[in-house]
T-cell receptor
């Protein structure tokens, strides 16, 4: 089974609407990273969360980490077509430095103008 | 500042052949990681190199290998290609192995 589950798998929203993407781990989280990918291209780093309860924002995107639930959420406010893409969560699932991220399968976001 | 450069961008190979992919990290970065992305399995870690040393390896068969040169450029090699090796291969670079890394555009490998 997948160590990191993302939901939903895909999402279609109207421009201007808010949305939330979730990422849940079956193992202890030592760090949670959000990336965005345009189809068939490389990943762009968005945010990193390391402490329970931590919340970070960049422009209209906010990410939170719930350490107890081993879960992170990514919230986009007033979505725009430029937010469209695949959102991937990646996690450090090992306490030692092993230089490796385990990724979820991604959430495909479509924003209709 | 140039980003992470992967070459070639696209590649078509026949089953049984071997292939070498290249990754040039951002100047000054000494860590390079490789990932395989497929629709079925998603993004999976292949290996990470720092200063020419492999520090971690994912769960891939021995047909997948890599190396890093003294200028931090890295190559990965896949021998005896199988249809299932068709994927987008991504490399990421960072200063010392930080996981908030910079990714290249990827090499799309198709095995026929």
């Amino acid at each position: 089974s997948q160590e990191l589950e993302q939901s939903p798998q895909s999402l279609i929203v109207q421009e201007g609407k808010n949305l939330t993407i979730n990422c849940t781990s079956s193992k202890t989280l030592y760090g949670l990273y959000w990336y965005k990918q345009k189809y068939g291209e490389g990943l762009i780093f968005l945010m990193m969360l390391q402490k329970g309860g931590e919340e970070k924002s960049h422009e209209k995107i906010t990410a939170k980490l719930d350490e107890k639930k081993q879960q992170s959420s990514l919230h986009i406010t007033a979505s725009q077509p430029s937010h469209a893409g695949i959102y991937l969560c990646g996690a450090e699932l090992s306490g030692g430095s092993n230089y490796k991220l385990t990724f979820g399968k991604g959430t495909l976001l479509t924003v209709n103008p | 500042k140039a980003g992470v450069t992967q070459t070639p961008r696209y590649l078509i190979k026949t089953r049984g052949q071997q292939v070498t992919l290249s990754c040039s990290p951002i100047s000054g970065h000494r860590s390079v990681s490789w990932y395989q992305q497929t629709p079925g399995q998603g993004l999976q870690f292949l290996f990470e190199y720092f200063s020419e040393t492999q520090r971690n390896k994912g769960n891939f068969p021995g047909r997948f290998s890599g190396r890093q040169f003294s200028n931090s450029r890295s190559e990965m090699n896949v021998s005896t290609l199988e249809l299932g090796d068709s994927a987008l291969y991504l490399c990421a670079s960072s200063w010392r192995g930080e996981l908030e890394a910079f990714f290249g555009q990827g090499t799309r490998l198709t095995v026929v």
